[in-house]
C-alpha cells in the first residue's frame, strides 16, 4: 500500500466577537475533514455523524481518498472568538472525540436574551460572563473521551493582562527604558510522546532525555482552566467583565517562565487576548516541527481570519473627514492595534519562509548522493569544506556569541535594541577560552567524522537530523509515485520489494522525528540555562557560572556539566543509522543491523554539506530553525457558486450578520447566527478544497456539490437567498430597525441600556463613597426602566416618569439615537418638575386668595429641589448605613472563621497529644 502523505494543519484562529459564530462554522467544517479522513486511513466505520452531516462528510472523505492524504490537526491558536472555537476543537482532538455541536450551541447560548447573556449582568460589563464560562465548562464536561482515539495537539490561547509586566530596553547609548508586556500566552497539550531532558536520579545523576507525557485535555481540573481561558480570551473589554488569572498561572507559557525579571510570577486581570495579540504566529512556529511522524508531511499553517482584510473602496458619498460620526472614529481606532498586529504578523511570516539556509544544506547533502555524482566530485566538495572551515568555524563562534548574549539580556529583563554586532571571532579566541564540545577544532573533523562524542553542537545536530528526515520524505514520495499495484510495479516480487522500501523508510522517519524532539528538549534546557547564567537575575542556584566569565566560557560549562557530548552523540548515531538502515538499497543486509561504513558516509555528507552551507550565514540562521511551511488564510470574503456570482459576490464580508452592529451583530437574533455558521462551513470548504484539489474545474465542481449538500443540511438555498438580499442594503439602519420592531427586539434593546446604564452608574466608578453612591442610586432610580419596588414611591421616580417613558419609548426603536433622546429627557424631566411646582403655588393662591401667594409661589417652586435634596440626603444616609453594615458584617465573618480554625488547630493539637 502507498505510503500517505500527512496534510498537517496547524491553525491560528482570529478574533471578532460575534463573529465567532462564522468562525465556529469553519471549525465545524475543520472536524468533518479530520474525521472523514481518520475514516479513510483507518478503514473502520467512523463515530457517530450527524445524519445532516452525513452527505458533507462521505463527499470529504471521497476529497481525501483522491489526495491520497491523511489530514490531522495538531497545533492551534486561538484569540479572542477563535480562542473559544480553538479550545472546543482542541478538547475534541485530545480526547478522541467528536467536536460538540456548534450549530446548536452558538444558535442557543449567545442570545441576548434574560436567560442567556442578559441573565445577570455584573456591575462592570453589558453580558454575563458566568454564563458565558459555564456554557463553555458544561460542553467541555459533556465531552467523551477515548485516550485511545486522542491525538496529540497543542492549544495556544491569548488573554491581554491589564497590568502590564515591565521589560527593560536598552539603546545603542545606553539608555534605559521601559516597555510594559501586556500579552499572555495559556497553553494546553496532549501528547503522550513529549519528553524533557533532566537530570536523572541516583544513582546516576546524568542528564538524560526522559518522557514528559501531557495528557491536559483527559484532566478535568485542566479542563476547567480551559473553560477560564478561552472565557478570558473571547471577553470583549466592557460587553464581558475581565477574568482573575490566578487559576491560570500553570498554563502560562508567556512573559517567558525561564526569566525570573519583576512581577512575572504575578496573577493579573485578563481580557479579550485579541487587543495586542491577534494573530499569534510566533509559538505555532515553534511548535509545528515538534511533533513525530511517520510519513511525508505538508505542513499547512492556516489563519482562519473572519474579515476580507482589504482595505474599504473609496465611496464617493462618504461625508468629508469633518462630517465624520464619532462611532465610526472609535471603531477605527480600536481595530487599528489589530491590524497593526496582524501586518506585524504577516511580516514575520514572509521573513522566515524567505530564510533558504536549510534548503541550501538539503541541497548539498543531496547532491553527494546522487547517482551521476562521482567519487572525484565528492572528494571536490569535501576540499571545499576544509577550505571554508576557518570561516565556518568563526560564523558559528559569533553566532553563539550573539545568542548567549541575547538570551542573557533577556534573563536580566533587558533587551538592546542594537543591530546585530559584527563579532570579531579571532579576537574572541584570543581573549578567551576555545570553544569546547560545541565547534570543532580543525577541519580533521570532516575527514574522519564521529558521532560521540559529538562536536558540532546542538544547532548542528537539528539541522542534521532535519536533513535526513527531508531526504526520507523526497524518497518516500518517490516510492509512492512509483506505486505498488500493477502495472506499476511489473512483477509480485518487485511489489513486495517496493512494500518493504517503504515501511523501512516510514520506520526511519519515525526514528528521526524521536530525535528531533529529543534535540528540541536539550535545547531548551540549553537556552534556559543561559538566560539564568548571569548574576544580575535569576535564583542563584539555578545560575552556572558567573557573568564575568564570558559567553564562550559559559557556553562551554554548560556543554561539560550536562555531558551534551555523548547526548548528542546519542542521537546521531540514532539518526545516521536510523537514515543508513532505510536508505541501504536491496541486497545489502537485514536492515536491522548497522552498516558502520555507510553510517559515517552519511555523517559525513552531512558535515560537508553543514559547513558549505552555513559558512557564511547570518546569525538568525545558524542558531535557529525554521520549519518548512505553507500558508493558507481562510476569510469569510468568497462567494459560493449555488448564487448567482454577479449579483452577491461584490458583498464579500459583508454576506455576514456578524461584521454589523460593530462585530456585535450575530448576538441579535437566533437566525442571524444560523446564517453565518452556514457561511463559516462553505467558506471554510472553499479554502480547504484549493489544498487538496489543483484542477480549477474540479474543484469547482466539488465545490459546488459541497455547498448544496451543506446548505441543505443547515438552512437551505432560499431562505440564504432571502438573507443575502436583505444584507445587501448599503446601511444597516434599516436592518436593525426592522428588530426593534419586535417585541424580543424591544425588550433586548431595553436590557442592554440597562446594563449599559448600570456600568456608567455602577460600582465601576472612580468616585467612591456615601455621596457617590447616593448620586449613583438616585440617577438609576429616576432613568432605570426596572427598579425594585420600594424605589417606586421615591419623589425621583415619581417626577421622571414622563421623561423616562419618553426615553425608553424612542431609544428601544432606534438605539443610536440614545443621547441626543437623553437630553429630551432629561429636559421633559426638568420641565415636568418646575409645572410641578407652579401648579402647586397656583393650587395654593386659589384656595386661600391670600396676598402673600407671591411668596407661597417662590416657596412651592423651591419645595420640590427641596424634596429632591431631601430625598438625595436619606439616600446618603442610607448609603453610608448600608456600606458599614457589610463591612460590619464582614468584619464578623472574619473573626467567626479565625475562631473555627482556632478550634480546629486545637483540636488537632490534642488528638496528637493523646496519640
Not at 427641596?866 to 463591612?887: H, P
Amino acid at each position: 500500500m502507498a505510503a500517505l502523505e500527512q496534510t498537517r494543519l496547524a491553525l491560528v484562529l482570529n478574533g471578532g466577537v460575534s463573529l465567532a459564530v462564522w468562525m465556529g462554522g469553519v471549525t465545524h467544517e475543520i472536524d468533518l475533514l479530520r474525521r472523514a479522513s481518520r475514516a479513510v486511513r483507518s478503514g473502520l466505520p467512523p463515530e457517530y455523524v450527524d445524519p445532516r452531516d452525513r452527505p458533507v462528510f462521505e463527499l470529504w472523505k471521497r476529497v481525501v481518498h483522491e489526495a491520497n492524504t491523511h489530514v490531522l490537526v495538531d497545533v492551534i491558536a486561538g484569540t479572542s472568538a477563535g480562542g473559544l472555537n480553538g479550545s472546543l476543537l482542541a478538547a475534541a482532538i485530545g480526547r478522541g472525540t467528536a467536536l460538540p455541536n456548534l450549530r446548536d450551541t452558538w444558535r442557543n447560548a449567545a442570545a441576548l436574551t434574560d436567560d442567556k447573556l442578559l441573565r445577570k449582568p455584573p456591575y462592570n460589563s453589558v453580558l454575563d460572563g458566568r454564563f458565558f464560562q459555564d456554557t463553555i465548562g458544561d460542553i467541555l464536561n459533556g465531552m467523551g473521551s477515548s485516550e485511545r482515539d486522542a491525538e496529540p495537539v497543542t492549544l495556544f490561547v491569548t488573554a491581554t493582562a491589564l497590568d502590564g509586566v515591565p521589560e527593560d530596553f536598552q539603546d545603542g547609548f545606553g539608555g534605559r527604558f521601559d516597555v510594559a508586556d501586556h500579552r499572555r500566552i495559556y497553553k494546553f497539550q496532549h501528547d503522550p510522546d513529549a519528553v524533557v531532558f533532566r537530570k536523572a536520579v541516583a544513582p546516576c545523576e546524568i542528564w538524560k532525555t526522559e518522557p514528559h507525557v501531557r495528557r491536559d485535555f483527559l484532566d478535568d481540573d485542566v479542563l476547567a482552566r480551559l473553560s477560564l481561558a478561552a472565557r478570558a480570551s473571547a471577553g470583549f473589554p466592557l460587553a464581558f467583565a475581565p477574568v482573575d488569572e490566578s487559576p491560570l498561572l500553570e498554563q502560562r507559557v508567556r512573559p517567558h517562565p525561564q526569566i525570573p525579571s519583576r512581577g512575572r510570577d504575578r496573577a493579573s486581570w485578563i481580557v479579550d487576548g485579541g487587543l495586542l495579540n491577534n494573530a499569534p504566529f510566533g509559538p505555532v512556529l515553534e511548535a509545528i516541527s515538534d511533533r513525530r511522524v511517520e510519513g511525508p508531511v505538508r505542513r499547512v499553517l492556516v489563519f482562519v481570519v473572519p474579515s476580507s482584510g482589504v482595505a474599504q473602496r473609496h465611496v464617493e458619498n462618504r461625508p468629508p473627514c469633518k462630517a465624520t460620526e464619532w462611532p465610526s472614529v472609535l471603531g477605527t481606532a480600536i481595530n487599528y492595534p489589530r491590524e497593526a498586529d496582524f501586518r506585524t504578523g504577516t511580516t514575520e511570516l514572509r521573513e522566515h519562509m524567505g530564510r533558504h539556509s536549510h534548503s541550501r544544506h538539503q541541497e548539498l547533502f543531496e547532491r553527494q548522493f546522487h547517482p551521476e555524482t562521482g567519487e572525484a566530485q565528492r572528494e571536490a566538495m569535501l576540499t571545499v569544506a576544509e577550505q571554508l572551515f576557518t570561516e565556518y568555524r568563526h560564523s558559528r563562534i559569533a553566532a553563539a556569541v550573539w545568542k548567549i548574549r541575547q538570551l542573557r539580556e533577556e534573563g536580566r529583563g533587558v533587551r538592546s535594541l542594537v543591530g546585530i554586532p559584527q563579532e570579531n571571532a579571532e579576537a574572541i579566541l584570543e581573549n578567551g577560552a576555545p570553544p569546547t564540545g560545541w565547534v570543532p577544532r580543525s577541519a580533521g573533523a570532516l575527514g574522519n567524522p564521529v558521532a560521540a562524542p559529538w562536536e558540532w553542537g546542538v544547532h548542528g545536530v537539528e539541522r542534521l537530523v532535519w536533513t535526513l528526515a527531508a531526504d526520507i520524505e523526497r524518497r518516500l514520495k518517490e516510492a509512492r509515485r512509483n506505486g505498488t499495484a500493477p502495472p506499476c510495479a511489473p512483477t509480485v516480487e518487485e511489489a513486495e520489494e517496493r512494500e518493504r522500501e517503504e515501511r523501512c523508510l516510514g520506520r526511519a522517519l519515525e526514528e528521526l522525528s524521536i530525535c528531533v524532539r529529543a534535540v528540541h528538549a536539550v535545547t531548551d534546557r540549553v537556552f534556559g540555562l543561559l538566560r539564568n547564567a548571569d548574576t544580575a537575575g535569576g535564583d542563584p542556584a539555578r545560575r552556572k557560572v558567573a557573568a564575568d566569565r564570558g559567553p564562550i566560557a559559559t557556553m562551554n560549562t554548560i556543554y561539560k556539566d550536562l555531558g551534551l557530548g555523548r547526548v548528542l552523540g546519542e542521537q546521531v548515531e540514532a539518526a545516521v543509522g536510523a537514515y543508513a538502515r532505510a536508505t541501504a538499497g536491496p541486497g545489502k543486509g537485514a536492515p536491522e543491523q548497522p552498516d558502520r561504513e555507510r553510517e559515517r558516509t552519511v555523517l559525513k555528507a552531512c558535515l560537508v554539506a553543514e559547513v558549505v552551507a552555513q559558512s557564511f550565514s547570518s546569525p538568525e540562521e545558524l542558531v535557529e530553525h525554521t520549519p518548512q511551511f505553507e500558508f493558507l488564510r481562510l476569510g469569510p470574503d468568497e462567494h459560493s457558486p449555488v448564487f448567482p456570482l454577479d449579483k452577491y459576490a461584490p458583498l464579500g464580508e459583508r454576506k455576514l450578520y456578524g461584521v454589523r452592529l460593530d462585530h456585535f451583530g450575530a448576538f441579535v437574533d437566533p437566525k442571524w447566527r444560523e446564517s453565518d455558521f452556514t457561511w463559516g462551513r462553505l467558506d471554510g470548504t472553499h479554502h480547504l478544497l484549493r489544498l487538496f484539489v489543483a484542477n480549477h474545474q474540479e474543484r469547482r465542481s466539488l465545490e459546488l456539490d459541497l455547498h448544496e449538500a451543506i446548505l441543505e443540511a443547515e438552512i437551505g438555498t432560499e431562505r440564504m437567498s432571502r438573507n443575502l438580499d436583505e444584507l445587501a442594503e448599503p446601511d444597516d439602519r434599516k436592518l436593525f430597525t426592522d428588530y426593534l420592531k419586535t417585541a424580543q427586539g424591544r425588550n433586548t434593546a431595553g436590557r442592554l441600556l440597562e446594563a449599559v446604564l448600570s456600568i456608567l452608574v455602577g460600582k465601576g466608578s472612580p468616585i467612591q463613597g456615601a455621596w457617590a453612591d447616593a448620586g449613583r442610586t438616585m440617577f438609576w432610580r429616576g432613568f432605570g426602566r426596572k427598579v425594585p419596588p420600594w424605589h417606586w414611591p421615591w419623589p425621583s421616580r415619581i417626577v421622571g416618569l414622563p421623561g423616562r417613558w419618553l426615553w425608553w419609548g424612542r431609544v428601544t426603536r432606534n438605539p443610536a439615537a440614545a443621547l441626543q433622546w437623553t437630553v429630551w429627557a432629561a429636559l421633559v424631566t426638568y420641565g415636568v418638575a418646575v409645572t410641578g411646582a407652579l401648579a402647586i403655588a397656583g393650587l395654593i393662591e386659589w384656595r386661600w386668595h391670600d396676598d402673600w401667594a407671591w411668596l407661597m409661589l417662590v416657596v412651592a417652586g423651591l419645595g420640590v429641589p427641596l424634596l429632591f435634596l431631601l430625598e438625595f440626603l436619606v439616600t446618603v444616609a442610607l448609603s453610608w448605613w448600608t456600606a458599614r453594615s457589610r463591612r460590619r458584617r464582614a468584619r464578623r465573618r472574619v473573626k467567626k472563621a479565625a475562631r473555627e480554625r482556632a478550634g480546629q488547630e486545637g483540636h488537632q493539637e490534642g488528638a496528637r497529644e493523646a496519640g
